[in-house]
């Protein structure tokens, strides 16, 4: 239902169930339609059936984790993130074990399955940390420890074939157990036939395992010259028959050696292992690419078997910590123990090479068998050191070879096969049995399903006496010589009426099967021809006891561990060993009954095509998989009856909006409200009711259900919408009253604490000397800077008034004009005549002037052409003009108009007066001289140079009067004090400069080249 629901109909049926048509071919159509939307995960009902990519898909990162986890499958889009969090829910829920089953081909994508399962268990637990620091911390160690097991076993147990690049050839059954909360607390790792025959040879195009060619690719120099290797993977006899002398790194664009061995060395750190242990593992590892070189000559005429190099056996004694001589013994020769005496028994040369064969292989599986063991105890929950209560729950992950069919079939593949029956009848027996419980517990009446039972192919293999396996182990025990052959002619004979079972001499028309090799097994994933040279060996799985010794002897401890029947005496009898194929049979058998007892899930891995493409979608062979992987039987068992079922609280949560009676909440119970919902929708006759659960019988009547609710959904969006928006509008106007309330209370305590600092300032100004004027006024809060402005206005008027108290009321106009003086001055001049009284007309006085009344009678006739008010100031100059002379006049300043009048004329005016408002700024000297020069809009100043009998200084009062007349017309004037000064005469710039004489004569002008000297006597 997940994918029907959160995933548009472009994409297809996430769910199979929900078919229209319940076809081969509607399934087939419906999985090439995702595979090419890049929609690799389906449902069938709860079990997922994953595509191989052959491409990197960005669908597990953590935010998908955050997802899944803690939904209910039917909740989001296919993805086998739902599957572990419904295997860990029901772990954690209801304190069950649980397993999940990944099956599959090789190349399927069953080994990656898993280790996405296993980041994801990682992910999802302890995320909220323990109270103890050391728990926690163990915790995080074991999921670590979890995780980083995949790389060593991927390794030592994976290779290269013609299907996959990271095949597994063993099968692996990791349980993870966890404690009451949830947390992963250790683990165990059941490890199945290890293909050990790879070691010695590999079909073209194939390689060996993959740590072959870590070491020597990854391994420094110095480590390689200690191993006695070369980095070349084509000098080696068992790691160069796939075809490619060079280990096919550059033709399998996956694998990358280098990286990879590191990745081994720092996974094998912090698995515990210590740096002696991984060091002997190497060494086996070149120990047994040294073995494969191994040559033998006849040594006498009986072909006894000799060694060809005997450095290259000391090599191998060397890293095998053996001595050399017990080496080429254990080589070339095998002692037999009959009737209490010993012998030693020479072998031939292919007696040699088979032997040398077998103690490769021996060597290597008991190696990955020692490397599985101490994982097991890096991972043992009794070893981990966490204190932990109530039960222990377990989570199984089972990733196991896939079917396989190739060209040449022998042991190994049977005894695949035979394992993938095993599950198949596990997951039918399983599927069936929990439709069957779900619809006792819901009070359904159950349905017969007709489905293909594997059961007869099982009991074809495994069944005593007469099964295939059962067979091949009556041969192994046959005394005298017993040839693959003859065990052929023994399967002929008693499985003649087998409809499951044929060969060449009991079909001779059937020319594709070749006589005395081949036989056919009809499985349920399709038929598989086995050829037999080779079961017998295989099955066997003999190993001289000379090699046991040999090992166990070894001064490495770890080979002494891996090799402990070697410690038996030479003549001790033991029992006949178990043989591979029952060793196998009883280790399969224990794994389903292992799997029988848990809540099962399922990972159904499917491969699209055999280039391994991105893009490729091959119908056959993915029609092929989905046959024997039984698929179309898992569809028709869900929808025995009814496609889809869903508890009475999910069912109305989810659809209660399609119908006004239950929208937006119900007032009675869930399975009233669900009846309510399918009765006003018209489908109450294609549902039933269980005690928890609606039953829905046709997917079109869901669909139809769906189509509902998703044309309900805008219009409850949109509501939604607008009750969130008025909401969260109501909730923002909410708090902006609040803020401006905050706001306007915070403003009146900071008006407050203002006006509190203020009068705290100025409470005691008055006795001040400068009345406040030193006191700084502290910065005002915005909303008082106009009050603030006004009341420094006020203090500097309070002030002005109490320093003019004393003042009296006459004197207030000559006080106001040295205060414009003394600010326009600023500093610059040392005496501007600030002290003496300033009388303004000093030509109408007698003490200035003795023709006053000349003077008064002039003036009286100008005020009356001219219409000004009053003089302002008059005072005799010495002025300078433009034509370069120097003369005696008098200067006039009244309140409109500049006059410049001729003493000598009684006071005639020269020329026309000039209006005031010309005046553009005025020119002082710091000095003590009294040159003043008024500059005019018109470039034609006055310069002029103020002359008295009582040598009083005025140049002050004149610029105050200047200022205080073009203040009060509203401009100001622009003074400048300087030495020298310059000056514009008839448009001319010139410069002025002072100059000290001598008392006699008074002051005059002269002209100094283009300058102008005023000639100043020193007092």
Not at 292 to 318: C, P, R
Not at 864 to 882: A, E, G, P, T, Y
Not at 909 to 929: F, H, Q, R, Y
Request: hydrophobic letters at 35%; one cysteine or more; glycine letters at 6%.
């Amino acid at each position: 239902m997940a994918g029907s629901i959160h995933e548009g109909p472009e994409f297809g049926v996430g769910d199979f169930v929900l078919l229209h048509d319940l076809t081969l071919d509607a399934f087939m159509e419906n999985l090439k339609l995702r595979y090419s939307k890049n929609k690799i995960y389906t449902y069938i009902g709860e079990v997922v059936v994953s595509v191989n990519p052959y491409k990197t898909v960005n669908i597990y990162d953590q935010t998908y984790v955050d997802e899944y986890k803690g939904r209910e499958i039917y909740e989001r889009p296919p993805h086998i993130f739902a599957v572990a969090d419904s295997a860990y829910k029901t772990m954690k829920r209801q304190s069950r074990d649980t397993c999940i089953v990944i099956s599959g081909e090789s190349g399927a994508g069953k080994t990656e399955a898993s280790k996405i399962i296993m980041r994801y268990i990682a992910a999802v637990t302890n995320v909220g940390g323990q109270k103890e620091v050391e728990s926690q911390n163990e915790i995080e160690r074991v999921k670590d420890v979890l995780v980083k097991s995949n790389v060593i076993l991927e390794a030592f147990g994976n290779a290269k074939t013609n299907r996959n690049d990271n095949s597994s050839r063993f099968g692996k059954y990791m349980d993870i157990n966890f404690d009451f909360k949830g947390d992963p607390i250790g683990g165990h790792i059941n490890n199945y036939l290890l293909e050990k025959s790879r070691v010695v040879h590999q079909q073209t195009g194939e390689r060996n395992f993959h740590s072959f060619y870590q070491l020597l690719y990854g391994a420094k120099d110095e480590k390689l010259k200690e191993y006695k290797l070369v980095r070349d993977p084509g000098k080696y006899f068992y790691v160069n028959q796939g075809g490619d002398p060079k280990g096919s790194p550059d033709k399998c664009a996956t694998v990358h050696d280098r990286d990879d061995y590191r990745s081994v060395m720092n996974a094998l750190k912090v698995m515990g292992f210590s740096f002696a242990h991984a060091e002997a593992l190497w060494k086996i590892v070149a120990a047994i690419l040294h073995l494969g070189n191994m040559d033998y000559v006849a040594a006498d005429d009986h072909d006894h078997a000799g060694v060809s190099d005997d450095k290259l056996l000391g090599n191998i004694a060397e890293l095998l910590s053996v001595t050399k001589e017990n080496l080429r013994k254990a080589l070339c020769s095998r002692v037999i123990a009959a009737g209490g005496q010993v012998v030693e028994k020479q072998l031939t040369v292919s007696d040699a090479v088979y032997a040398r064969d077998a103690f490769a292989k021996a060597m290597y599986d008991r190696m990955f068998t020692w490397i599985v063991g101490k994982t097991n105890e890096a991972i043992d929950p009794k070893a981990s050191g966490i204190a932990y209560v109530g039960k222990n729950t377990v989570i199984g992950v089972l990733d196991i070879y896939g079917f396989e069919i190739f060209d040449n079939n022998s042991f190994e593949q049977l005894c695949i096969n035979y394992c993938n029956e095993k599950l198949q009848q596990l997951f039918i027996e399983l599927v069936l049995k929990q439709e069957q419980e779900e619809y006792q517990r819901e009070g359904i009446q159950w349905q017969h399903i007709d489905y293909f039972n594997n059961k007869i192919i099982v009991d074809l293999i495994e069944a005593q006496h007469k099964g295939v396996l059962a067979i091949l182990d009556e041969a192994c025990l046959s005394v005298g010589k017993v040839t693959d052959e003859m065990f052929l002619t023994a399967m002929a004979q008693k499985l003649a009426k087998h409809e499951h079972f044929t060969c060449r001499s009991l079909n001779p028309s059937d020319k594709t099967l070749e006589h005395a090799r081949d036989f056919r097994i009809k499985h349920y994933a399709g038929q598989v021809t086995y050829q037999v040279p080779g079961f017998i060996d295989k099955n066997r799985d003999s190993l001289f006891q000379d090699f046991k010794r040999l090992l166990f002897n070894s001064e490495e401890d770890i080979l002494q561990l891996m090799w402990p029947e070697g410690a038996q005496n030479i003549t001790e009898t033991t029992k006949r060993p178990i043989t591979a194929g029952t060793n196998f049979k009883n280790s399969i058998i224990a794994l389903v009954d292992n799997l029988a007892t848990k809540e099962p899930h399922y990972v159904r891995c499917i491969k699209p095509n055999e280039i391994k493409s991105a893009s490729a979608f091959n119908d056959e062979r993915v029609r092929h998989q989905v046959s024997y992987l039984g698929l179309m039987e898992n569809v028709r068992v869900r929808r025995a009856g009814f496609a889809f079922r869903i508890s009475y609280v999910r069912f109305l949560q989810r659809y209660k909006c399609t119908t006004p009676h239950t929208w937006p909440t119900f007032a009675g119970t869930d399975i009233d409200g669900c009846k309510r919902i399918l009765q006003v929708l018209g489908h109450e006759g294609d549902v039933k009711y269980g005690k928890s659960k609606v039953f829905i019988r046709s997917p079109q009547t869901l669909f139809s259900i769906e189509e509902t609710r998703s044309q309900k959904i805008p219009t409850i969006v949109l509501f939604l919408q607008k009750m969130w928006r008025g909401g969260n509008a109501r909730r923002r106007a909410k708090k902006m009253r609040a803020i401006y309330l905050i706001m306007n209370r915070f403003k009146k305590y900071k008006i407050r604490e203002y006006i509190k600092n203020l009068v705290d300032k100025f409470r005691n100004v008055k006795k001040m000397r400068d009345y406040g004027k030193s006191v700084e006024w502290p910065r005002p809060p915005s909303r008082l800077q106009g009050l603030v402005q006004l009341l420094q206005k006020v203090h500097g008027r309070w002030r002005a008034n109490m320093i003019l108290k004393d003042v009296p009321k006459p004197e207030w106009p000559m006080l106001r004009l040295k205060v414009l003086a003394a600010a326009a001055i600023g500093g610059r001049r040392s005496d501007w005549g600030s002290r003496r009284k300033w009388e303004g007309n000093y030509l109408a006085m007698s003490k200035d002037n003795s023709n006053t009344a000349d003077f008064v009678t002039k003036m009286n006739s100008l005020k009356s052409h001219d219409q000004f008010s009053k003089v302002l100031f008059s005072c005799h100059v010495k002025k300078f003009n433009k034509n370069n002379k120097p003369a005696d006049r008098a200067i006039v300043i009244t309140d409109k108009l500049i006059y410049k009048l001729d003493p000598k004329k009684k006071y005639k005016a020269m020329k026309k007066g000039i209006p005031i408002s010309m005046v553009t700024g005025v020119s002082l000297t710091p000095g003590s001289d009294q040159l003043v020069i008024i500059h005019l809009s018109d470039e034609n100043d006055l310069v002029l140079c103020l002359q008295n009998l009582t040598r009083e200084e005025r140049v002050g009062e004149v610029l105050g009067t200047l200022c205080s007349h073009c203040h009060r017309m509203g401009r100001e004037i622009k003074v400048t004090i300087n030495k020298p000064v310059h000056c514009m005469l008839g448009s001319k710039r010139r410069t002025v400069i002072v100059r000290p004489t001598a008392v006699n004569g008074g002051a005059t002008f002269k002209k100094e080249g283009n300058d102008i000297a005023l000639m100043w006597p020193e007092s």
